[in-house]
């Protein structure tokens, strides 16, 4: 039987998937207005899968991910400014403004790769759960990836091995794209896959695996600690298929903010979200759903929207302290590549 979150646990869970909403629907601002260039994701809609996920993880625990990794690199604990100063392309990014949106990584919390090429972290992360069972050091490595990897041979490969070898692994994919009423159970085929479910791909290779409605903050905890602690227990890898719907915003090529900034009162007033979202508000928005839980424990409305505001304060610092970063010198263009080329 899996422990129940404290009060104090939830609220903090809260904070973490207000904290990733606040950043990126900061971030989608900052693009309109022209302040970065290139493409991005955002992980709109998926909080609670990565917060509770992250949450049963230890600090000397390993994280892959993918493109859509801002949501992952703030509940493990990256700061919002030197995250948001990396996008901008500043010096005093996370890593000197060289990875920009789809490549940041924080080794000093476990963080070794987030990719944008398809399946390219899940073998890191078996690397890297190969290395933890060598030295006998007890670390777990945790990936996330989107149901397109499982069209990867890499994925394939990675599995394998891992089965084989019982790697301390754990698998979460992210599947953002299943209706709300199927989210918890049921058989939704891909498009693109021949299997009826994901998971009969891993239990092919003899993994544990499971479904999780991935907007359902308590069961994906229980689920994920039980896959860590078997993990560190030596019994191997497991595979959870986390499933949420896909927030209206990340529709269009670039992600867009539908009906405006997310308002806490569409929590316990369902009828003020704006037509165009309110439906995937009420039944698949995670913070709208965590936050009914949270009143429902004890919590008052206005202590809610104080932790919000308190946030949103956060991001505005954030924000400034990015925009006034400096540029990377010139000189150092070639810092950090494998051959710096000869002089002329």
Same mark, same amino acid.
């Given at each position: 039987?899996?422990?129940?979150?404290?009060?104090?646990?939830?609220?903090?869970?809260?904070?973490?998937?207000?904290?990733? &909403? &606040?950043?990126?629907?900061?971030?989608?601002?900052?693009?309109?207005?022209?302040?970065?260039?290139?493409?991005?994701?955002?992980?709109?809609?998926?909080?609670?899968?990565?917060?509770?996920?992250?949450?049963?993880?230890?600090?000397?625990?390993?994280?892959?991910?993918?493109?859509?990794?801002?949501?992952?690199?703030?509940?493990?604990?990256?700061?919002?400014?030197?995250?948001?100063?990396?996008?901008?392309?500043?010096?005093?990014?996370?890593?000197?403004? &060289?990875?920009?949106?789809?490549?940041?990584?924080?080794?000093?919390?476990?963080?070794?790769?987030?990719?944008?090429?398809?399946?390219?972290?899940?073998?890191?992360?078996?690397?890297?759960?190969?290395?933890?069972?060598?030295?006998?050091?007890?670390?777990?490595?945790?990936?996330?990836?989107?149901?397109?990897?499982?069209?990867?041979?890499?994925?394939?490969?990675?599995?394998?091995?891992?089965?084989?070898?019982?790697?301390?692994?754990?698998?979460?994919?992210?599947?953002?794209?299943?209706?709300?009423?199927?989210?918890?159970?049921?058989?939704?085929?891909?498009?693109?896959?021949?299997?009826?479910?994901?998971?009969?791909?891993?239990?092919?290779?003899?993994? /544990?695996?499971?479904?999780?409605?991935?907007?359902?903050?308590?069961?994906?905890?229980?689920?994920?600690?039980?896959?860590?602690?078997?993990?560190?227990?030596?019994?191997?890898?497991?595979?959870?298929?986390?499933?949420?719907?896909?927030? /209206?915003?990340?529709?269009?090529?670039?992600?867009?903010?539908?009906?405006?900034?997310?308002?806490?009162?569409?929590?316990?007033?369902?009828?003020?979200?704006?037509?165009?979202?309110?439906?995937?508000?009420?039944?698949?928005?995670?913070?709208?759903?965590?936050?009914?839980?949270?009143?429902?424990?004890?919590?008052?409305?206005?202590?809610?929207?104080?932790?919000?505001?308190?946030?949103?304060?956060?991001?505005?610092?954030?924000?400034?302290?990015?925009?006034?970063?400096?540029?990377?010198?010139?000189?150092?263009?070639?810092?950090?590549?494998?051959?710096?080329?000869?002089?002329?």
């Amino acid at each position: 039987m899996t422990e129940a979150l404290s009060q104090a646990q939830a609220l903090e869970l809260l904070r973490q998937m207000l904290l990733i &909403r &606040r950043f990126e629907e900061r971030l989608v601002h900052l693009y309109e207005q022209g302040v970065f260039q290139g493409h991005y994701h955002l992980y709109i809609g998926q909080e609670a899968t990565g917060v509770a996920a992250i949450a049963r993880l230890e600090a000397r625990d390993y994280l892959f991910t993918t493109h859509r990794n801002h949501g992952h690199l703030l509940a493990r604990g990256v700061a919002p400014e030197r995250l948001l100063a990396e996008i901008l392309g500043r010096a005093s990014g996370l890593n000197g403004g &060289r990875s920009g949106t789809l490549h940041p990584v924080a080794p000093e919390l476990g963080i070794l790769q987030t990719s944008a090429i398809v399946g390219g972290c899940v073998p890191l992360a078996a690397g890297a759960a190969f290395s933890a069972r060598y030295r006998g050091s007890g670390q777990v490595a945790m990936v996330f990836f989107g149901d397109g990897v499982l069209e990867e041979g890499a994925f394939y490969e990675a599995l394998n091995m891992a089965a084989l070898w019982k790697l301390p692994l754990v698998l979460v994919c992210e599947n953002n794209s299943i209706p709300p009423e199927l989210r918890a159970a049921g058989q939704f085929p891909s498009s693109t896959h021949a299997a009826r479910q994901l998971v009969e791909v891993a239990q092919s290779f003899t993994l /544990p695996c499971s479904v999780v409605d991935g907007a359902d903050l308590e069961a994906v905890y229980a689920v994920l600690g039980e896959m860590v602690a078997r993990a560190r227990r030596g019994e191997g890898p497991s595979f959870v298929e986390a499933r949420n719907s896909r927030w /209206p915003g990340n529709y269009p090529l670039y992600p867009a903010i539908v009906g405006g900034n997310t308002e806490l009162r569409w929590a316990w007033d369902p009828q003020a979200a704006p037509a165009e979202v309110r439906e995937w508000t009420d039944r698949s928005d995670p913070i709208v759903l965590w936050i009914r839980q949270v009143l429902a424990r004890g919590a008052t409305r206005q202590e809610v929207e104080a932790l919000d505001a308190q946030l949103v304060q956060q991001v505005d610092r954030a924000t400034e302290w990015a925009m006034q970063a400096p540029w990377p010198e010139p000189s150092t263009a070639l810092q950090g590549v494998f051959a710096e080329g000869r002089p002329a």
